[in-house]
């Protein structure tokens, strides 16, 4: 398993688009609107209908219900059945966006995601300056239900890729399957595929109070049991109609299935939605037995941590015995810097995008003189210099003549140390761009790793700088 920065840019939508609707649990009207978001935020629910418009991430560990819908809370705010939304995004390869509500509940529109997909067409979809972020999936990760039987699994594969199979032990619906090859065929395929409902839960929903903003366009409601007077005389005021039957196909009238295997297909739209809350994009094929709410986002949670700890331990594979592509003479002619101040000593790997290098921490080094006598620690101010000196390799590699350039640092953020580099460490750094180069100006995250584990990491921008 690897976290890696693709070639493929972030994306975002150009203008903002609103619509208008009733959540299907709570009944309320609602406006939703979609907003631009810059790089690197993901998907956040805005809530303006409260004071100080608290903003809820889409993030796997939000989740607090799965019944009916996935719901999300942080610090007592909440979002309800947010699944639908995230998929329309997800589903148009979008990474980013703020959705502002003025209730707790997106609007069910007719059960799908087509309406969000449409709005979000209608919004234009616009590039980022920063690259994406993808896990590359290269063993199995599976989590199963024991209770329910559920499972969903991940396994290598070129793309995203996700199949469901369904099988709900009835003669209404049976066993069915529905796979989605790629992301772009989601508009075609799977974005309108209504959500759906058994009679024997829906009177149970009925009953609690659960399906307000419900009618007979945005749920297909399969009918596993005998239908009384009573439950019609119950459907027939829920759903405002005067009649209402049950048709050959066995599903309640004044629907007409989009596709045979709709149920199926739905199921795997409500996957992409929750796994959207793992927030960070899967190169990988999912196949999801059984799936609901509850198994989705748990094994959501279970990637997200596992993608967190990835990232913490993500050490290059580095063969410090092979031929280097650069050694320190190589080093010297690109970069300024000369002893005591230059320390890297090779770099192994050189793209567009992504550089690693190597330093070797001697007791001769100058530092240990005075940091500490007796218990001898490198600076943590010159970790991160070692680790801009390899970000100057990459930044430098853009021009022809880097011999006549300075590189200098404008900025640090986000810097943490997590271990201590002493006397006969050896150092792997590794500089990823954050943004493209331009005018000069760099923008990456760096990361320096020592004995298998990350000891600093943090983002630096520099700009190079001709000698005059």
Known sequence: MAIVNSEIKQKTISNEVSLTGVGLHTGKDVTLTFKPAPAN?????????LEGSPVIEADANYVTSTQRGTCLEKNGVTIQTCEHVL?????????NAIIELDNSEPPIMDGSSKFFVE????????????????????DVISYVDEESGSEILVMPAKEYQVTTMVDFGTKVLGTQNATLNRLSDFKE??????????????????????IKGGDLNNAIVYVDKELSPETMKKLQIAFNKDAIAVNANGILDNLTLHHPNEAARHKLLDVIGDLALIGTRIRGKVIANKPGHFVNTQFAKKMSKLIKN??????PAVDLNQTPLMDVNQIMDMLPHRQPFLLLDKVFELTSSKVIGMKNVTMNEEFFKGHFPGSPVMPGVLIVEAMAQTGGILVLSTVPDPENYLTFFMKMDKVKFKQKVVPGDTLIFKCELITPIRRGICHMQGYAYANGK???EAELMAQISKIK
């Open 87 to 95: 998929a329309a995004f997800t589903g148009l390869d979008i990474d």
């Open 454 to 456: 990350l000891c600093a």
């Open 310 to 315: 990835e990232r913490r331990n993500n050490v």
């Open 189 to 210: 395929q799977i974005s309108d595929s209504r959500t759906f409902s058994f009679l024997h839960e829906l009177e149970s929903l009925l009953e609690h109070g659960l």
């Open 41 to 49: 935020s993901g998907f956040a629910f805005k809530r303006v209908d």
């Open 119 to 138: 709005a979000i067409e209608k919004a234009g979809i616009v590039e980022l300056d920063a690259f994406r972020e993808e896990y590359i999936v290269k």
